[in-house]
Each structure stands twice: as C-alpha cells, then as structure tokens.
C-alpha cells in the first residue's frame, strides 16, 4: 500500500509572530519556518507503517514556493521516498490545496492520505477534510491512532468529549492529532541521503486547477493586549480581590 | 438571508454550543433554521426549537445520522443547503470535522473559527494561535462558517420554532461507528462553565489532579489542563486547553503549574478575569494574570480550598 503525506511550511511554532504596520497581513520576512508540526506527525505516522510493513511507499507532497522544498527534503530525510513539489507563490487556500491533492490522489492511488489535522498558522483544520469530500473517500480526523487491518483502518479520533474510533474502508483519508506519535529526529546521514531521492515539480497548471479565492484578506490586526495584572502576596489577599475588586466569586 | 445552522448533539440532547452558533447566526440577520441530525434526537430537537431566533428547525432522525459521522452528514448536508446563503456550526470536533466536506462538495471556501460578524459577508477569524485576527471578506455564492461558540452569547430558549421531519437518507458503505470512550463528569463542560481551573505539568501526577478537584466543586468549575499534563498522562485528551485543545473564555480561569505558552494562551487568553498560581516569578503567564500568586501549588491549593 501507499501512502500519501501532506506537508505544510508554516512559521515555527516557537516564533511570535507581527502583525505588518500597514496590517495587510502578518510579517513574516526572515522568520524561521518550518514544518507544520501536525505534518511532522503524519509523515512519522506513514514512515512507521512502512517500518511495520503496512506501507510499501512513502510519498511527500506540498503545494507551496519554492522554499517548500527545504520542508519536503526533512519529510524525505525522515524517512519518505520520493516527493512532490506543486509550485506556487500564490496565497492557496485549503479548498485549492485540497482539490490539487485530489489530482495527486488520483495519479498516485494511495491506500492511504495522512494529513495534519490543522496548519499552526491558518489555523483553518478543514484541508483534509475537503480532500475526503473531493476524492469521496472516508475520513478520520484528530486521530491518535491508526490501525489498518486488511482493507480497513481503525481509526481513534480525539473529539470533545473523549475518544471515539471508527472504522473506515480503504482507500481513506487521515488527519493527526498531537498525541498519534512522537516524531523522530533526521539523522545526520538520513539528510544527506533524502538529497538525492527523487522529487518532482510541478505547478497547479500542470493539475488544471485554478488556485485563486473568493475569500479575500481585508486586514489583519493584533489582538486586544491583555495587560498583566498584580502580583497578590497570600491565598487571603487573592480571594479578598476575587471577591471585592474582580466581583467573580 | 436564510442561514442553516447544523446543531451539536450530545447523547441524544442539544448541547448547549448550539445556543452560541445561533446568536452568530442573528448577527448574521435573516431567517434562522437549524438542522437536527442523528438518531433519536427528538429531546434535541425540542430545545432547538425554543432558541430564540429559529423560525424552523428540520429533524433527520435516523441511524445513519448517528454519531454524526462525516460521511453521511456531508452527504444530508449537500442535499439541504440549497436555498440557503449560509450554512453555520460550531468550531466543536463534530462542526470541524463535517462542514468542510460540504464545503468542498460546493466548491466553496470554508471560514473556520469565526469570532466576529462584520456583516453577511466580512468575518473576523484569528490566525496564528490568536495572535493576529483576520478580517476576510467571502465572496462565495454560499458561506460555510464554523463558530467559535465562546465569541457569542448564547440566545435565550423563549422561542417556539416549528419542528419538520425530513426524511432525507444517504448511504453510508464507507465509515462505521466502533466505540466511543467518553469522560464521565459531574462537573460542567470546559466550554461552557461560568470558572475553570486547569493543571500544568507543574501538578507532577494524575493523582494530584484532586487538589483541583475539591476547589472546583466548591466554585462550581470545570477542570482543565494544559497540553504537557496531558502529554504526560495526568489526564484525558479532552481536558486540554489551547490552540489544539479547547477554546474557554470563562468569568474566571486558574491555572496553576502552568508556565503560560502561547499555544496554552491560545485556548483561555479571552477569560474575564485570569489567576495564575506558579513558584516561577518570571513565568510568562504572570504577563496575562490579573493576580498572580507565587508559591508552591501544593501549599496554596489546599489553603485555598479551605478558606473559599
Ligand atoms: C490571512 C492569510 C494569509 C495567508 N498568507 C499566505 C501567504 O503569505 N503565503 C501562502 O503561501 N499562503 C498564505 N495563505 C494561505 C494559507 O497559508 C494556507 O495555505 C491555506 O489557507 C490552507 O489552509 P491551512 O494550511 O490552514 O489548512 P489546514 O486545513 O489547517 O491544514 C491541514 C493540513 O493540510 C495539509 N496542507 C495544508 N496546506 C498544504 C500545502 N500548501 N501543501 C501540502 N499540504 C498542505 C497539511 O497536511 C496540513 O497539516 C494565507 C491564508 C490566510 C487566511
Ligand atoms: C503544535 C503545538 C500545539 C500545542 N497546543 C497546545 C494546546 O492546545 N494547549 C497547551 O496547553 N499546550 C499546547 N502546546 C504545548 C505548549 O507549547 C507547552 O509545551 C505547554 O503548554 C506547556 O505546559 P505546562 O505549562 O503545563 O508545562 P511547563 O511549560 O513545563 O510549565 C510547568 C509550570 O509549572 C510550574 N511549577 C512546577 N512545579 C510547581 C509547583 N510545585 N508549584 C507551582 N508551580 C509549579 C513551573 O514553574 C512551570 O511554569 C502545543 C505545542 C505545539 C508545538
């Protein structure tokens, strides 16, 4: 079976970001990116089914600038085979990235698609979702684990109120949550190597798909500042203000 | 104007997320149905009807429908949403999990998260972990819109909306429901409480959750946690607060043993009023408190459960 991993270039997840002066957007010259921390975990996921020997193939792909590439050489270093580049410089939203990865799907019949459940900068977890629709395949979203069993796959979904697992016929499409695994490192060796397997680019015009949106960024601004409040010197002097200053007990 | 909204269901009743989905949906303006899905939601469907604003509120009842998996509830979604300019759910795992798929199968965008009605079209949404918000204009012919139901207050239930069956069904080949393994809690749901006390990997142990628990029955709050006492198995997943866990904006929130990463800020920053107990004087979560109290947890929660 083969496994198809999409992996986002987002901002660092320890990076506190800016919003532009002119609040067009937020800043992000010469902040330190990396890979989607949701994306690290399905690219760990798919890399221990082929380890298991679920997953015969690995496939990395990401729809992004060229600086996405960086991004697809760690999914490679960590243990995928070969990666797909859809080159764009354009602003993609989830709807164009999903119906791109649809026409990957469909080139490369996966058994199965990890996605991460959420890119840490949009913030949107609907891209993996979109894909199911489009590709009209099952889904199980905020997995923390994923057990394929012949041409099924169980998945446990992380919801409100607790866990809940369900089970879906293959081919399927699966978002991570945090806790599905813990992602190794890349090794020294295992980044050299990844510099040589194969990786091809493509543009969204090469899939026919038209990246643009009708939902258009009017601004972006900061948040109200919370302002740090006092220092209170005992348990007492707490609930006193608690009660008599902020009124909530 | 004619806006869907899809309510959440929890074992059979309304939960109460969906009273928040409404009042976004007013600030919308127009006519307001909401769609009742599942099986034997007819208790849910009921509450939905008394939500001030609904004039209709359709009921699929059927085991198809149950569990709200995201198949077959794209699928009745895709076959309702004609008519309507707006289709609305809340942000919970269920609205994030199914909206998309109806999103997609109408070549539409999604706006997930929303906090903010600038008008039928403008929305505000935070990127970022919340820390910048986004204004964004949606042209589609249909919006599809997940809440973040902790921006809105919740409607009244004065209303007295007309109830519909539909009996739209779809197949479904493709999922099935196998368990579900739910927290059992008397106390209040993270959501919706009025207080919240949350741990951080500073409480050191699942078993001393309890110093949480007594002031939490005393206040009438709800338990949460950060993602590290999570990870470390103090507690369940679904008590997680922050960018990846759930989003609370209680009247009061306490954290204690939490250091204060803005992945956890994420999840409480909007609370009215923010007490954070940790012995680090230079934790960042001082900087969002309005009463910071340094000491050791294990001395200050059981002196603070006493005297409250
Ligand atoms: C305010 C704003 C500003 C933006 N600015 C830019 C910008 O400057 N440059 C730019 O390129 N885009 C920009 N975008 C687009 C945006 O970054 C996303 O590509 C798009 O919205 C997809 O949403 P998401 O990543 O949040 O999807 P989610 O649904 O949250 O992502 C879930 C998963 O989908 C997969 N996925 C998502 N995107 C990709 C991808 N591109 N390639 C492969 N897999 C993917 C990953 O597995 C990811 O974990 C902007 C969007 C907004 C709203
Ligand atoms: C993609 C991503 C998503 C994430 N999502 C979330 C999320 O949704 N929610 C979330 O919470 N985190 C999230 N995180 C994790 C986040 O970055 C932090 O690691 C986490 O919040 C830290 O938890 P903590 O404050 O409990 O632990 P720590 O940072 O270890 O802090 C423990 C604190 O306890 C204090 N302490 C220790 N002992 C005592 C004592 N005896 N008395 C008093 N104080 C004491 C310490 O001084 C310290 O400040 C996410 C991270 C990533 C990468």
Known sequence: MKVLVAVKRVIDYNVKIRVKADHSDVDLTNVKMAMNPFCEIAVEEAVRLKEK????????????????????????????????????????????????????????????VILGKQAIDTDNNQTGQMLAALTNLPQGTFASEVVVDGDTVNVTREIDGGLQTV??????????DL??????????????????????????????????SKVSLLKVESPAERKGGIKVASVDELIDKLKNEAKVL | MSILVLADINDGQLASA??????????????????VAG????????????????????VADNAVYAYQLAEPMGALLMELANGYTHVLASASTTGKNVLPRLAALKDVSQLSDVIGIEGADTFLR?????????????DDPLKVITVRS??????????SATVEAIDVVVENTQSSFVKEELAQSDRPELGGAKVVISGGRGMGNGENFKLLDGIADKLGAAVGASRAAVDAGFVPNDMQVGQTGKIVAPDLYIAVGISGAIQHLAGMKDSKVIVAINKDDEAPIFQVADYGLVGDLFDILPELESKL
Do not use: C, W
């Open chain 2, 150 to 159: 902790s921006a809105f207050d919740a409607v009244a239930d004065s209303g």
């Open chain 2, 18 to 35: 969906t009273a928040h989905v409404v009042a976004a949906a007013k600030a919308i303006g127009g006519d307001i149905d909401v769609l």
């Open chain 1, 167 to 176: 089970a879906l016929t293959l081919p399927a499409i699966v978002t991570t």
């Open chain 1, 53 to 112: 020997g679920v997953a015969t193939e690995v496939v990395a792909v990401t729809v992004g600038p060229k600086a996405a590439q960086e991004q697809l050489r760690t999914a490679l270093a960590l243990g995928a085979d070969r990666a797909i580049h859809i080159e764009t410089d354009a602003r993609v939203e989830s709807l164009a990235v999903a119906k791109l990865l649809a026409k990957v799907v469909d080139e490369e019949q996966p058994g199965l």
């Open chain 2, 126 to 138: 935070p990127i970022y972990a919340g820390n910048a918000i986004a204004t964004v204009k949606s």
């Open chain 2, 39 to 58: 099986e034997g939601v007819q208790a849910a469907a009921e509450a939905a009807a008394k939500l001030d604003g609904v004039s209709k509120v359709r």
């Open chain 1, 179 to 212: 806790r599905l695994n813990e992602p190794r490192y890349a090794k020294l060796p295992d980044i050299m190597k990844a510099k040589k397997k194969p990786m091809d680019v493509k543009t969204p015009a090469d899939y026919g798909i038209e990246v643009a």
